[in-house]
């Protein structure tokens, strides 16, 4: 006779009981649901040597940290290392990793939950632990020699924008070079500068092109692209896509571009105001 909801929640709770050693309190986040700033309290700045190796005191903490983004060897595991220390990155729900993959081998801001991979459990109906313990969460692979012993479960990921350090640089004129030779540019990350034309307000490109009901216009000179996966917005500015007034904004958008019949769609990792001292291209 299968088990009704109460007796389900009741089921859990006896098996988290067991697992966990009497007077043990249970973990922060542990089978809560709410947002995660509920569950898991508001992010603290956190070296990534202490989360790495310091399992008892930052597991299941909501932390900020930094690193070099790399992939785990040849596979497409994602990891985030300083120095001699590790911890592998588990996708938050809702992240992309095409997105992502734009900032390898760059140092990152990233945020997210701690969490050591341990050997897995499941509840007699089969449903894996993790999802009773971290419900806003996704599971954890299983231990494995290759990968670090401590993950990060991450909830955003940014360029680490430290004071002093320079940024890329926008090149003015670069989308007519894409459409010229779109080859040179497949899966390299360009940076392209140009003013913000919203929802194609002024016709740039043609009716219909778009791929997306959130997708917008970026002209760079006599020439425009679509700019997709993230709206025009970041610190310190967000643009409404239906306002021409908004169209004076010069923005400088990273992303890895290709070419469709003719127009550039530029899938964006990075949105932000162009330096004053940029040289605007022509509208």
């Known amino acids: 006779m299968p088990l009704n909801f109460a007796g389900a929640a009741i089921a859990a709770f006896l098996l988290l009981f067991q697992l966990r050693p009497p007077g043990q309190p249970a973990r922060q986040g542990q089978g809560r649901t709410g947002t995660i700033a509920e569950v898991y309290g508001e992010p603290r700045d956190v070296d990534l040597a202490n989360i790495a190796y310091n399992t008892d005191s930052t597991r299941h903490e909501h932390v900020r940290t930094r690193g070099r983004l790399d992939l785990l060897g040849t596979s497409n595991v994602f990891t985030l290392s300083d ?3 590790k911890v592998l990155l588990v996708l938050g729900h809702g992240l992309d990793g095409g997105d992502i993959r734009t900032l390898l081998g760059g140092r990152v801001a990233a945020r997210g939950i701690v969490r050591p991979i341990r050997k897995k459990e499941y509840l007699r ?20 020699v290759n990968l670090p012993r401590v993950s990060l479960t991450l909830l955003s990921i940014s360029d680490d924008e ?15 070079q894409i459409l010229a030779a779109p ?6 990350s360009v940076v392209v500068a140009g003013f913000f034309r919203g ?3 002024f016709e740039d490109l043609p009716k219909g092109t778009e791929q997306g009901r959130e997708d ?9 692209a679509w700019i997709v996966g993230k709206p025009p917005s970041g610190k310190g500015f967000s643009l409404d896509l239906d306002s021409k007034n908004d169209s004076a904004r010069h923005l400088e958008v990273t992303g890895k571009a290709t070419v469709v019949n003719g127009i550039v769609y530029i899938k964006a990792s990075r949105i932000q105001i162009a330096p004053r001292n940029a040289k605007l291209p022509g509208r």
Request: charged content about 25%; hydrophobic content about 40%.
């Open 216 to 224: 917008w216009v970026l002209r760079d000179g006599a020439h425009a």
């Open 183 to 188: 080859e040179g540019f497949l899966g390299k």
């Open 125 to 144: 109906d089969g449903t894996d632990l993790d999802l009773v313990e971290d419900p806003l969460l996704p599971v954890l692979p299983a231990p494995d």
């Open 199 to 201: 929802r194609n307000l």
């Open 162 to 176: 430290e004071p002093g350090r320079p940024r890329a640089k926008a090149v003015t004129g670069l989308l007519a």
């Open 83 to 85: 120095g001699g220390n």
